[in-house]
């Protein structure tokens, strides 16, 4: 219907427009209904040809994103086909990767077995009388080597263990430093309420002890037999905590005491706990 109207209305602008004053105005002879009817007519063209151009720019448009959609899609499918195959060729190399493995664990099996049947057929069975084992390494006899078979502690045997477990600020001269926490009483009479060792089994004992010291400071500590210094150390002048120990060899007799006191210190100066200790032990 509409383009039946357009053909009418195109006709009649025709003959009614066939004929303009010099001015561009209509001519006098037309009346003001034809005048409106060609207004609208040259409007409704002009939205026609709006539209057609919308149209036109629109297909244009579209079929570039088409175009460009095609060539994502492309190279998509390119990037895909690329992973599909590295990922083939990943799977391939750790097939043979665990192929390999297998063989290599399976090859080692059957040496270890070969070994073992080797050393079960040519190691002789051990004599359960005897201290000492020999060993057989692919045929060949080593040295015996002893089997020690002793466990715990032998009879007469006196050692011991202890441990500073608060710090002991500004000693006395030849206080004593009780070591308050036992680790190891072996047969020994040591006390964590005075810090003094008693011996109940005459012989040579080794004493060592190690005292932990503040910084800046310095301090004199000494192994003390029945009241004599029979050993002594010196710590400190330093900038930070430093520790430091000693050993002594002493000789015994019953109801003999031995402890650890403080022979010397700067003003100021502290044992810190925990690293100070105390050990003795009784030569066999």
């Not at 664990?105 to 020999?134: C, F, G, I």
């Not at 309420?193 to 012989?203: A, D, E, H, L, M």
């Amino acid at each position: 219907m509409l383009l039946v109207f357009l053909a009418v209305v195109g006709i009649s602008s025709q003959v009614v427009f066939s004929e303009e004053t010099s001015d561009g105005l209509l001519g006098s002879n037309m009346s003001p209904t034809l005048v409106n009817l060609a207004n609208q007519f040259n409007d409704l063209k002009n939205t026609v040809k709006y539209f057609e151009a919308s149209r036109i720019k629109f297909t244009e448009e579209l079929s570039e994103r088409v175009t460009d959609l095609e060539r994502e899609r492309a190279a998509d499918v390119r990037c895909v086909d690329k992973s599909l195959t590295d990922l083939k060729h990943l799977h391939d190399k750790d097939r043979q990767t665990i192929l390999n493995l297998t063989e290599t664990v399976q090859s080692l099996k059957s040496e270890n077995m070969a070994l073992m049947t080797m050393l079960n057929d040519e190691v002789p069975p051990a004599q359960e009388d005897s201290p000492y084992s020999s060993r057989v390494v692919r045929g060949v006899q080593t040295a015996y080597d002893y089997v020690n078979t002793r466990t715990g502690s032998s009879e007469g045997t006196v050692a011991f263990h202890v441990l500073l477990t608060r710090p002991l600020l500004n000693p006395g001269l030849h206080q004593t430093i009780v070591f308050d926490k036992i680790t190891t009483n072996v047969g020994a009479q040591i006390s964590n309420n005075t810090g003094v060792f008693s011996c109940n089994q005459p012989g040579v004992y080794v004493f060592s002890w190690q005292v932990l010291l503040q910084g800046s400071q310095y301090m004199i500590s000494e192994l003390t037999k029945n009241g004599m210094r029979v050993g002594s150390q010196e710590i400190g002048n330093t900038q930070n905590t430093v520790s430091g120990s000693s050993t002594a060899v002493v000789e015994l007799d019953n109801g003999d005491e031995v402890w650890v006191s403080i022979a010397a210190h700067s003003q100021g100066s502290g044992v810190e706990p925990h690293l100070t200790m105390f050990a003795g032990f009784r030569l066999p």
